[in-house]
């Protein structure tokens, strides 16, 4: 009788390839989305904590400076407020 030329229904042959292809496609790409996603995170934290040692460093030095005496309660006041709020 009638029979139908083309597209049988099934997933043999090319279009199982292009199945295949688009699956690992879509793996590849959301790992390297994924993957930039916590680099950035990473370094975001790294660069909080050395900031956070570098305010720590800058408020040890005026302590050890008020400690001296070589600035007064007044001057350590302002420059720690300084400090802790930039």
């Known amino acids: 009788m009638y ?3 083309g597209y049988t229904g099934s997933m043999t ?5 292009f ?3 688009a699956a690992v496609l879509l793996i590849v ?3 390297v989305i ?3 996603v916590l680099a950035n995170k990473s370094i975001k934290h790294e660069k909080q904590e050395v900031l956070k040692k570098e305010e720590d460093t ?6 050890q400076e008020y400690a001296k ?3 007064n ?3 350590y006041v302002k420059r720690k407020t300084f400090l802790l709020n930039n």
């Open 29 to 31: 790409i959301l790992s």
């Open 19 to 21: 199945v295949v292809v």
């Open 3 to 5: 029979r139908y030329i």
């Open 58 to 63: 800058a408020i040890d030095l005026l302590r």
């Open 73 to 75: 309660e007044e001057e």
């Open 69 to 71: 005496g070589t600035i």
């Open 34 to 36: 994924l993957y930039k």
């Open 13 to 17: 042959g090319i279009g199982m390839f």
